[in-house]
């Protein structure tokens, strides 16, 4: 089977959660190097028991090394972009966290470095390689559910970010500290979509009792819905009730064969000369939700011409 020598940039959580799961499922990729110039040593001692060889603070290193053919950007999200350039620019495809950017421009910045360098780029969209996530794309598309009208997201934390973390987006009802850092925990964000259809995505940034992650989509001849995955479905039944497993507390937890998944469809891009499944379009898509901060600061609804 073949395989790519690739690196990592950036060490922190979702960088781990990549190193790790590539390490353990991804036989079509070697990791050579990771860099992370705030690694403490316990991330370290992390990645060695992974046998990563090269543990490096200077993303140069990855960016200057001929055997490395591809790299996954796991930076904090302002440097995204930057390094997605800088890694197209030296000749390697390129795997890169969303969002890609806040900005609509950088974001087009790096899809057009992409092409200007003849590299790959897929942004990373783990949900997309679910496999319940999966099943209710496959449903839609094969007709099932008729003519959609309604898509119903529910996305809910169970813990919020560190506040130095939040940015920005509708009300304080749990964790006023993410108020005070002038985020908002809970918010409903109404779309209509271009063919009629509508939708409504439910988040929150602390869901006391698990990560709670939900789709539907009802049409005209049908409905078809995504319930949470659970560590186990066994439930017991007694006479003080029922009582069935929790869920899931962390992400990585529930969508760990998701992010195995994902890098093993962008080193088969890669190694194969295909077209990525997520594609540096598509990473748009985040950054054009930014309407519905714009919405909830101007009390209005937004169209998304008027960011793009």
């Not at 950007?73 to 997605?84: F, I």
């Not at 009582?243 to 088969?268: G, L, N, P, R």
């Amino acid at each position: 089977m073949k395989s790519i020598k690739i690196g990592i940039i950036g060490a922190g959580c979702i960088g781990r959660v990549h190193a790790e799961n590539i390490a353990k499922f991804v036989t079509e990729m070697e990791i050579k190097t990771i860099a992370g110039p705030y690694m403490s040593q316990e991330t370290i001692e992390f990645l060695q028991r992974l046998r990563i060889p090269n543990i490096v603070k200077d993303a140069d290193v990855i960016l200057k090394d001929p055997e490395i053919k591809a790299v996954v950007v796991c930076s904090p999200t302002d440097l995204h972009a930057e390094y997605s350039i800088k890694v197209a620019e030296a000749g390697k495809d390129v795997f890169v966290e969303k969002p890609v950017d806040y900005r609509i421009d950088r974001v087009k910045e790096v899809i057009a470095a992409a092409k200007k360098n003849g590299v790959k780029l897929q942004v990373g969209f783990n949900r997309r390689f679910d496999h319940n996530h999966r099943a209710v794309y496959e449903a839609v598309r094969a007709g099932k559910v008729g003519k959609v009208n309604l898509v119903k997201i529910c996305s809910r934390d169970p813990e919020p970010p560190a506040i130095d973390y939040v940015k920005a987006s509708g009300g304080v009802l749990v964790d006023p500290a993410i108020g005070e850092a002038g985020d908002v925990d809970t918010a409903v964000v109404s779309l209509k979509f271009a063919n009629g259809a509508m939708g409504v995505i439910d988040n929150s940034r602390k869901a006391v009792y698990g990560y709670d992650q939900r789709v539907e989509v009802f049409g005209s001849e049908g409905a078809v819905m995504d319930e949470n995955d659970t560590p186990n479905n066994a439930a017991f039944y007694g006479a003080d009730g029922t009582v069935s497993s929790a869920y899931y507390k962390i992400m990585w937890d529930h969508y760990t064969m998701a992010f195995a998944a994902e890098q093993k469809a962008f080193a088969e891009a890669v190694i194969n000369g295909t077209e990525t499944q997520v594609t540096g379009e598509d990473g748009l898509y985040p950054t054009l939700i930014t309407a519905a901060a714009k919405s909830l600061k101007e009390g209005r609804p937004v169209k998304l011409s008027e960011i793009e």
